[in-house]
């Protein structure tokens, strides 16, 4: 085999074992499923964008926008380009996505950022559910400073059992909230527990 095809293979094994594939939920509760595909081009501006934050705060903020972008990209690729924030804006359409197939395609997003090393202040935690009046039960995917904000990072180093009062702050990221390809809502858990986010059909 010529040098040059050896080399382009080569290159070509690589770059597609660098793209990700992702099952992405919708049309309720995860009644179906589709896997999208993230070239390395995709993934390398998601990249580019969470590495230029300085501290966690930052990071949330960069964080909003690539969400939306990834769930744009998984739109060009799936029904779920009609998705609108709420339930009801698209209700029965094919590709429409409650808050279970958002927490959970989300949290499927968030796990690939974070094995990549690209989430450097914060780590993916468990879904998370609130219920208002007893009636709307809402969930999200939901992530946690890997250290308190207010504590210097050389001098404490993250471990499961600090005390409760310092431990890291956790925050929901709602993508439930937007229409398709719209940067996520990222919120403090507790001000999203006592019913914070952005208005919106149920």
């Known amino acids: 085999m010529p040098r040059w095809l050896l080399a382009c293979l080569l290159i070509w094994a690589g770059s597609a074992a660098a793209d990700e594939r992702i099952s992405i939920c919708y049309n309720y509760g995860c009644a179906a499923e589709k896997a999208v595909r993230y070239t390395e081009p995709q993934l390398a501006w998601a990249r580019k964008a969470l590495s230029a934050a300085r501290n966690p705060e930052q990071e949330r ?14 739109g060009m690729q799936s029904p779920i380009y009609v998705d609108k924030g709420g339930n009801t804006a698209d209700d029965a359409v094919n590709g429409a996505m409650d808050c279970i197939d958002h927490s959970t395609t989300t ?89 914070g986010g952005p208005e919106v059909g149920n």
């Open 61 to 74: 903020q960069a964080l909003a926008p690539v969400i939306g972008r990834l769930y744009l990209w998984a």
């Open 107 to 195: 949290t499927r997003l968030l796990t690939v950022l974070e094995r990549r090393g690209w989430l450097r202040y914060h780590r993916v935690i468990e879904v998370q559910h609130r219920n208002r009046f007893f009636i709307f039960d809402h969930y999200s995917a939901a992530i946690k400073e890997k250290q308190p904000s207010w504590l210097p990072r050389e001098k404490i180093a993250y471990t499961e059992d600090m005390p409760e009062e310092i431990m890291p702050d956790r925050f929901v990221v709602d993508s439930w909230f937007v229409d398709n390809g719209k940067p996520a809502v990222i919120l403090p858990l507790e001000h999203w527990k006592d019913g």
